[in-house]
T-cell receptor, first 113, second 115 residues
Framework: EAQVTQNPRYLITVTGKKLTVTCSQNMNHEYMSWYRQDPGLGLRQIYYSMNVEVTDKGDVPEGYKVSRKEKRNFPLILESPSPNQTSLYFCASSTSGRASEQFFGPGTRLTVL | GQQVMQIPQYQHVQEGEDFTTYCNSSTTLSNIQWYKQRPGGHPVFLIQLVKSGEVKKQKRLTFQFGEAKKNSSLHITATQTTDVGTYFC???????????????FGQGTILTVHP
């Protein structure tokens, strides 16, 4: 089944404790991106990747890192999480970049205490 | 940078009433995409419009793309309880510039339908 998977689905952590949210897609998509969703603010893009080893900042990249060593995986790294990074995170992928249908993962709800 | 505004933020309707959400971009778009997110779920692609003035229908849903390719609307006729959710638009700017991978979403319209 074609899908985007994220892990973990739920995470409660404390300020400053490094964490990684994994994202994997099995559709051979070149384009992948990360979003955070906050009430009233919609989906805001954190980082995107056009292909392996090609990543760039979205609209809200501060406090986040990403890597794209393999085509299928696009982990989101929070090196020193803070409470303002408490949010719902979605990974997405598409076959033709931003101009085509985005396939979203199920989401990761992160709480930083 | 590009801004995509969506209104209204909330819409409460009685089942059977119509619903419309509007999406406006500060820049000309190459296309407009619409997504639906059910409560507790993830955004799911509904449709993409590419041509200026394009209108597409999916059963009770009608999507329009403005002539200037800067605005769009989604209209639902005779809402049903299954229409409940948040509707997002997303619009990549017309090709060009350095941010070739950025995709900006509107804030979304939360639709509730009272039976």
């Amino acid at each position: 089944e074609a899908q985007v998977t994220q892990n973990p689905r739920y995470l409660i952590t404390v300020t400053g404790k490094k964490l990684t949210v994994t994202c994997s897609q099995n559709m051979n998509h070149e384009y992948m991106s990360w979003y955070r969703q906050d009430p009233g603010l919609g989906l805001r893009q954190i980082y995107y990747s056009m292909n392996v080893e090609v990543t760039d900042k979205g609209d809200v990249p501060e406090g986040y890192k990403v890597s794209r060593k393999e085509k299928r995986n696009f982990p989101l790294i929070l090196e020193s999480p803070s409470p303002n990074q408490t949010s719902l995170y979605f990974c997405a992928s598409s076959t033709s970049g931003r101009a085509s249908e985005q396939f979203f993962g199920p989401g990761t709800r992160l709480t930083v205490l | 940078g590009q801004q995509v505004m969506q209104i209204p933020q909330y819409q409460h309707v009685q089942e059977g009433e119509d619903f419309t959400t509007y999406c406006n971009s500060s820049t000309t778009l190459s296309n407009i995409q619409w997504y639906k997110q059910r409560p507790g779920g993830h955004p799911v692609f509904l449709i993409q419009l590419v041509k200026s003035g394009e209108v597409k229908k999916q059963k009770r849903l009608t999507f329009q793309f403005g002539e200037a390719k800067k605005n769009s609307s989604l209209h639902i006729t005779a809402t049903q309880t299954t229409d409940v959710g948040t509707y997002f638009c997303a619009g990549p700017p017309r090709a060009g510039g350095t941010s070739y991978g950025k995709l900006t979403f509107g804030q979304g319209t939360i639709l509730t339908v009272h039976p």
